[in-house]
C-alpha cells in the first residue's frame, strides 16, 4: 500500500487535467498512489487520464457509470482511496513537485497531525501567476484546533485554502463524515474544521500548490452563495463549545467577511480579464 492517496475527481475537466496529472507525476516523494474519478464525463477527460494509466502502474482510473453531484463524487474519490494519507486535487489545479515530500513527511512523524496545509498561488487560465503565495497568514507552524478555528472566525473567510494544498487522515475523513452535501460552496473549510477536532494543524510556509481561478468554475459562478455559506459556517463555528470562540473573534469576523468577499470578486474580474486578452492574443 502507498503511504498517500491523491484523489483526482473529473467531470469534463479535459482543457487542464494533463497537466494537473503530470503536476502530480512530477513529485519529488514517490509513494502514492493517484486516482482519477471520471464523474460520467462527456469530452475526453477519461481519454487522457487512461493514456496515463497505461504509462504509469500509480494511475488508476475509475468511472461514474451516471453523473453525481460534487460532494458525492468527491466523497467516492476518498472511498476508492487505498492510503492512511488523502489528498484531492481538482482537474484544474496544480500541485508543486515537493508538495507530498513536505506535507507527507510531518504527518507521518507527528500522529496528533490532523491536517497539514501550505500556501498556494492564485493562478489564470494560462498557469500564469495572480496573487503568489496566498493562505495561512497567522497560521504558519503547529496549531490547535481552538486557534485555528479563532484565526478562520476572524478572517471571515477561509485562510486555511482549497483541497489541493491540504493533507489530511483517511480514517478521520470518515469518522467526520466526509464532504457534507449541505455545504456544496463550502465544502473544503467546512470538512477542515470538523478534522481539527481529531488533531492539531501543522501550517506551511512553503507554497506547495496553485489554484486555478478560471471562468466557469464554482468559485467564480457562485460568489453570492459562497459568501452565504461562509457566513453561516462562521456563526455556527462561534456557537461551538468545542471551539472557544469569543466574541471579539465574532465581532471581528463580521467586519472582515465584506472584505474578503470583494477580494474574491476582484481575483475572478482580474482572471477574466487575462483570459480576454489572451484569447485577442490568439486571435491576433
Known amino acids: 500500500m502507498a503511504s498517500v492517496s491523491v484523489c483526482i475527481p ?38 487522457i487520464a487512461q493514456s496515463f494509466a497505461e504509462r504509469d502502474s500509480r494511475v488508476r482510473l475509475e468511472r461514474n457509470p451516471t453523473t ?27 500541485l508543486h513537485p515537493r508538495c507530498l515530500e513536505f ?11 490532523a491536517l497539514v496545509a501550505s500556501r498556494r498561488h492564485m493562478i489564470d487560465e494560462q498557469s500564469r501567476v495572480i496573487v503568489p503565495n496566498r493562505g ?37 475523513f470518515f469518522a467526520v463524515g466526509g464532504w457534507r452535501a449541505d455545504r456544496t460552496y463550502i465544502m473544503d473549510l467546512d470538512l477542515w474544521l470538523r478534522l481539527l477536532q481529531y488533531g492539531e494543524f501543522l501550517g ?24 452565504e455559506q461562509q457566513r453561516m459556517l462562521l456563526e455556527e463555528i462561534g456557537e461551538s463549545p468545542f471551539f472557544q470562540v469569543r466574541g471579539v473573534d465574532l465581532a471581528v469576523g463580521r467586519l472582515l467577511a465584506p472584505a474578503g468577499r470583494s477580494r474574491r470578486r ?12 489572451n484569447e485577442g492574443g490568439d486571435a491576433a
Open 266 to 277: 476582484a481575483l475572478y474580474a482580474i482572471s477574466k480579464i487575462a483570459a480576454r486578452r
Open 10 to 47: 473529473v467531470y469534463n475537466g479535459a482543457r487542464f487535467l494533463a497537466e494537473t496529472i503530470r503536476s502530480v507525476l512530477d513529485q519529488t516523494y514517490r509513494d502514492f498512489e493517484l486516482i482519477v474519478l471520471d464523474n460520467a464525463s462527456t469530452d475526453g477527460s477519461g481519454a
Open 103 to 113: 506535507q507527507v513527511t510531518p504527518m507521518e512523524a507527528d500522529p496528533g497531525l
Open 136 to 172: 495561512l497568514a497567522g497560521l504558519t507552524g503547529v496549531r490547535t484546533g481552538v486557534e485555528v478555528a479563532r484565526k478562520v472566525v476572524r478572517n471571515g473567510s477561509n485562510p486555511i485554502g482549497e483541497s489541493n494544498n491540504v493533507l489530511f487522515r483517511r480514517e478521520d
Open 204 to 227: 506551511l510556509p512553503e507554497t506547495l500548490a496553485a489554484f486555478r481561478i478560471g471562468r466557469g468554475t464554482v468559485s467564480s459562478d457562485h460568489g453570492e452563495r459562497i459568501y
Open 68 to 94: 453525481l453531484s460534487q460532494p458525492d463524487n468527491w466523497n467516492r474519490v476518498v472511498q476508492l482511496s487505498r492510503s492512511p494519507l488523502v489528498k484531492v486535487v481538482c482537474a484544474d489545479d496544480l
